[in-house]
C-alpha cells in the first residue's frame, strides 16, 4: 500500500493568513493525488483533484502543486469557512488510500 | 444532480454481519466505481473497496476476506456485508461515487460526490 503522510497533523491560523499543508507519498504517485475537506458531523467534500485542479464550485484562493512524492494545498486568504479537517488521497493505486489529516484550527 | 444516501442498521453485534444499502438519486447507477469509505470515530479515512456498474469488485486487501459488494441496477442501489465485525469496525461509514476524468493522455480517479454518512456501532 502508499503511505500518505500530511504535516503539520493540526493548524492555528487567522482570518486573512495564507496556510500551507503537506503532503508525502511513500512512492511517487505523478500527480494521482486529491485533497478534500471535512467538517465536523459532514461528509468529506472534494477540493482539488489531479493534483492542481479544482472542482467546480470551490474558491481559488485553494491551490494544490507537486509532483511525484511531495505535493501542497495551500489556502492563500483564510476565510471563517475554511476552518476544517483536510486530507490528501493518491488515486494512483489501489487500495486508496489518505493521509492521516491536518486539522485547522482558528487562532 | 446526482446525490447518495445510506442506509442501515446503526447498532450490530459483533461476530455479526454488517450490512449497509447506498442509493443513488438524480442518476444512473449504470457506470462509475461505485466506492465504500469509512471512518473511526476521531480518526481518519479508510477505502474499504468499490464495485464496478459492470459488476466487478476491488477490495481493500486488509478487510477483502470479511468484504462484499452487490449491485443492484433496478433500484439503483449498490450494497457492502462486512462479515464478523468487531468493535474495531465501529465507524460512520460512506459511501461515494469514483468519478474518472481523462485530462490529455492520462486518466484520473476522484471521489466527487459522497452520501452523509451513517455512523455504525459494534457492541452487545
Known amino acids: 500500500d502508499i503511505q500518505m503522510t500530511q504535516s503539520p497533523s493540526s493548524l492555528s491560523a487567522s482570518v486573512g493568513d495564507r496556510v500551507t499543508v503537506t503532503c508525502r507519498a511513500s512512492?511517487?504517485?505523478?500527480?494521482?493525488l486529491d485533497w478534500y475537506q471535512q467538517k465536523p458531523g459532514k461528509a468529506p467534500k472534494l477540493l482539488i483533484y489531479?493534483?492542481?485542479r479544482l472542482q467546480v464550485g470551490v474558491p481559488s484562493r485553494f491551490r494544490g502543486s507537486g509532483s511525484g512524492t511531495d505535493f501542497t494545498l495551500t489556502i492563500t486568504t483564510l476565510q471563517p469557512e475554511d476552518f476544517a479537517t483536510y486530507y490528501c488521497?493518491?488515486?494512483?493505486?489501489?487500495?486508496?488510500?489518505f493521509g492521516q489529516g491536518t486539522k485547522l484550527e482558528i487562532k | 444532480q446526482v446525490q447518495l444516501q445510506e442506509s442501515g442498521p446503526g447498532l450490530v453485534k459483533p461476530s455479526e454481519t454488517l450490512s449497509l444499502t447506498c442509493t443513488v438519486s438524480?442518476?444512473?447507477?449504470?457506470?462509475?466505481?461505485w466506492t465504500w469509505i469509512r471512518q473511526p470515530p476521531g480518526k481518519g479515512l479508510e477505502w474499504i473497496g468499490y464495485?464496478?456498474?459492470?459488476?466487478?469488485?476491488n477490495y481493500n486487501p486488509s478487510l477483502k476476506s470479511r468484504v462484499t459488494m452487490s449491485l443492484d441496477t433496478s433500484n439503483n442501489q449498490f450494497s457492502l456485508k462486512l462479515s464478523s465485525v468487531t468493535a474495531a469496525d465501529t465507524a460512520v461509514y460512506y459511501c461515494?461515487?469514483?468519478?474518472?476524468?481523462?485530462?490529455?493522455?492520462?486518466?484520473?480517479?476522484?471521489?466527487?460526490?459522497w452520501g452523509q454518512g451513517t455512523m455504525v456501532t459494534v457492541s452487545s
Open positions: 461515494a461515487r469514483e468519478l474518472n476524468l481523462r485530462l490529455g493522455e492520462f486518466s484520473f480517479a476522484t471521489f466527487d460526490i
Open positions: 438524480g442518476g444512473s447507477i449504470d457506470t462509475y466505481y
Open positions: 464495485i464496478f456498474h459492470t459488476g466487478s469488485t
Open positions: 512512492q511517487s504517485i505523478s500527480n494521482y
Open positions: 489531479a493534483t492542481s
Open positions: 488521497q493518491q488515486s494512483y493505486s489501489t487500495p486508496r488510500t
